[in-house]
């Protein structure tokens, strides 16, 4: 399953709920191993973060809230087909943030690329599998594309082929920006970071381009000011790359949580999210581990919603 919005969280957070709760009746050991074995596919940010979460729930959540399961048996793979984890990022953040997965439990498979997943096993590098009952995608997002842009070059990921001014090529009047936009230039050959700072700096860019061109003044090409990496992996366990400092460790994860902190909307989002946080790491818990809302393997949706 993929999980880009609010609503794909929640059905996560419940799919992992219910794989426990499945898992305290299952008498068939296999099936149980299945519903008990969780793989990341994509060690990039995504995947990286996710597959340090679910260890942070192996580690010290689930083993209070079921008892009467051996959470030991809980595996988490993480399978990447670059040679290292965070393949963007510094050799040093990667071999750190590879480091802390591992001392987290976390089993990574590098040089492995997934090839297939019938819903109750996983194939890689042609012939290994994993049984298991859930799949995390984190290997990328797939441009939504809207018919009628034939003339226009879609490259890998479904990005679309732009100027340096956002223009979609083979148009004189359709701009695409964010993760949909495959820009080339000088600094970033193979296209921009899709990130949120790509999609802000070009909407912002092309705003003002825009009333130039209609002003018929002249455009000014979109550069990109890199703000930086980061990426937590767990409690006290973060890497930072910044233009000229690298770091990782617990700085790094105060940094990461002092950054997200200050982007929430509103004095009252941020002092409720810092005062969780704050009882969050002294707790080890993460509140009650109610399903509040179903979710259906079969038709990918939450269990109520009309299919
Ligand atoms: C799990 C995850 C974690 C991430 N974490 C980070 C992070 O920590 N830091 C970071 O910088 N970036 C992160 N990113 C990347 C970041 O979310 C994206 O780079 C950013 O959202 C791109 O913005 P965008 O406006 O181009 O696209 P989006 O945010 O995807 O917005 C596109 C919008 O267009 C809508 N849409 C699509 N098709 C149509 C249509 N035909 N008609 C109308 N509307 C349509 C979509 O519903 C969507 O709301 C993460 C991404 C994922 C998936």
Do not use: C
Not at 48 to 71: C, F, M, R
Not at 235 to 250: E, M, P, S, T, Y
Request: net charge neutral.
């Amino acid at each position: 399953m993929a999980m880009k919005t609010v609503p794909e969280a929640l059905n996560l957070r419940s799919l992992i709920l219910q794989n426990f709760e499945e898992a305290v009746s299952e008498t068939n050991p296999d099936k149980k191993e299945a519903l008990m074995n969780f793989v990341v596919v994509g060690a990039g940010p995504t995947g990286v973060e996710t597959a340090g979460a679910l260890s942070e729930l192996k580690n010290h959540v689930l083993p209070n809230d079921y008892p009467e399961l051996d959470i030991s048996k809980m595996n988490i793979y993480l399978i990447e087909g670059e040679p290292r984890v965070l393949a963007p990022f510094s050799t040093q953040a990667s071999a750190k943030a590879k480091e802390f997965l591992e001392k987290m439990g976390v089993k990574i498979f590098l040089h492995s690329r997934v090839n297939a997943y019938d819903g109750e096993k996983i194939t890689y590098n042609d012939i290994l599998t994993i049984p298991t009952k859930t799949v995390i995608w984190g290997a990328g997002v797939k441009g939504a594309l809207i018919p009628g842009l034939d003339n226009a070059e879609i490259v890998r990921g479904g990005r679309i082929k732009t100027n340096e001014i956002n223009l979609i090529q083979g148009f004189n009047n359709i701009f695409a920006i964010g993760d949909l936009a495959y820009m080339e230039t000088k600094d970033f050959p193979h296209g921009h970071p899709g990130v949120a700072q790509t999609a802000i700096q070009q909407g912002q860019q092309l705003g003002v381009n825009l009333i130039n061109i209609i002003n018929n003044k002249p455009t000014k090409p979109f550069w990109y000011f890199d703000k930086g990496s980061m990426a937590t992996i767990g409690r006290n366990k973060a890497v930072v790359d910044l233009k000229f400092w690298r770091f990782q460790g617990i700085f790094a994860w105060l940094t990461w949580m002092f950054i997200h902190l200050l982007f929430l909307v509103g004095f009252r989002n941020k002092l409720v999210t810092l005062i969780n946080w704050i009882v969050n790491y002294f707790s080890y818990d993460r509140g009650t581990s109610v399903i509040i809302r179903k979710f259906n393997r079969e038709t990918m949706k939450e269990a109520d919603a009309a299919v």
